[in-house]
Nanobody, 111 residues
Framework: QVQLVESGGGLVQAGGSLRLSCVASGTIFSIPVMAWYRQVPGKQRELVARIASDYTTNYAASVKGRFTISRDNVKNTVYLQMNSLKPEDTAVYYC?????WGQGTQVTVSS
């Protein structure tokens, strides 16, 4: 199974943007679904967005219209473009292939 490494997190003001990247150690071409989750302390990890191998996408209601997930099967990378960020988007963001998880990247949105 592939190993996943996330990057791109950081501190941003409300209304700002960040782009997260998830680089896989191997091909993601045959992986049916790649997804981003997020977690805040004391709460369950929640699905943010997912993208299928046919590029079909699904989003949590709270991020729809602001976040965009994409995948580059040549670069073995999945992206999460986050626009119009809100303080409630603050969390650790994780990438998953369904069987593997990355270590997470912190996103902090200040008001």
């Amino acid at each position: 199974q592939v190993q996943l490494v996330e990057s791109g997190g950081g501190l941003v003001q409300a209304g700002g943007s960040l782009r997260l990247s998830c680089v896989a150690s191997g091909t993601i071409f045959s992986i049916p679904v790649m997804a981003w989750y997020r977690q805040v302390p004391g709460k369950q990890r929640e699905l943010v967005a997912r993208i299928a191998s046919d590029y079909t996408t699904n989003y949590a209601a709270s991020v729809k219209g602001r976040f965009t997930i994409s995948r580059d099967n040549v670069k073995n990378t999945v992206y999460l473009q986050m626009n119009s960020l809100k303080p409630e988007d603050t969390a650790v963001y994780y990438c998953t292939s369904g069987t593997s998880w990355g270590q997470g990247t912190q996103v902090t949105v200040s008001s």
